[in-house]
């Protein structure tokens, strides 16, 4: 099945520096890649995903790069405040035709230092 | 805006005790999962649920665990006989049918099997 495998596990930056998380996953049929953000005490929630026809995709801060080839995908987050400490996971899935189940990586905990 | 509610926030039971875990989908969803993180660890798919019957289980989702949705609006997971190591938050998610794969977390019930 799919595995998929997220660095660093932490992260911390000062405000205003960028942050980048990488992740590898093992199933080429894979082809949805979202991106969570996990708050304490709350559930995962979308922050951004790429389909496998897009290379990248970018929402004011935050964008997201996948590489088929590699089998990779990356979050980057420019401009970093406070408010985008959390942990990050980044998941792979086979698509619609498979349920959308996700695998997800392991998490990295971002920490942003005012 | 519409969001996955998920109850009870927090249960507390004893070995070999049954646990339901209770979950509203979005209102106009038709795909529903169950995901289970435990303390640190990455979150795990659970089972996908579709049309009354399950699509696809993990291998972690054996014969103690059970789904059902048995209304229009809850989808429940049962676990039969808790075991020490089915202490973990547990999520459910959905996502609408057709074209869009994402998937939208509730906040996550935290099971504590003493």
């Known amino acids: 099945g799919e595995n998929v495998e997220q660095h660093p596990s932490t992260l911390s930056v000062q405000e205003g520096d960028s942050a980048v998380i990488k992740c590898t996953y093992s199933?080429?049929?894979?082809?949805?890649f979202p991106w969570y953000k996990q708050e304490l005490g709350k559930g995962p929630q979308l922050i951004i995903d790429?389909?496998?026809?897009?290379g990248e995709k970018k929402d004011q801060r935050i964008a997201v790069t996948l590489n088929k080839t590699a089998k990779h995908f990356s979050l980057h987050i420019t401009e970093t405040q406070p408010e985008d400490s959390a942990v990050y996971f980044c998941?792979?899935?086979?698509?619609?035709?498979?349920?959308?189940?996700?695998?997800f990586g392991a998490g990295t905990r971002l920490t942003v230092k005012p | 805006e519409p969001e996955v509610t998920q109850t009870p926030s927090h249960q507390v039971t004893q070995m070999g005790q049954e646990v339901i875990l209770r979950c509203v989908p979005i209102?106009?969803?038709?795909?529903f999962y169950w995901y289970r993180q435990i303390l640190g660890q990455k979150v795990e798919f659970l089972v996908s649920?579709?049309?009354?019957?399950?699509?696809?289980k993990s291998e972690i989702f054996d014969d103690q665990f059970s789904v059902e949705r048995p209304d229009g609006s809850n989808f429940t997971l049962k676990i039969r006989s808790t075991k020490l190591e089915d202490s973990a938050m547990y999520f459910c998610?959905?996502?609408?049918?057709?074209?869009?794969?994402?998937?939208?977390f509730g906040p996550g019930t935290r099971l504590l099997v003493l």
């Open positions: 790429i389909r496998s026809n897009v």
């Open positions: 998941a792979a899935s086979l698509g619609l035709y498979n349920n959308n189940d996700m695998r």
């Open positions: 998610a959905s996502r609408i049918q057709g074209g869009e794969q994402t998937q939208y």
């Open positions: 209102s106009n969803h038709l795909y």
């Open positions: 199933d080429s049929a894979s082809n949805y």
């Open positions: 649920f579709y049309n009354n019957e399950i699509s696809e």
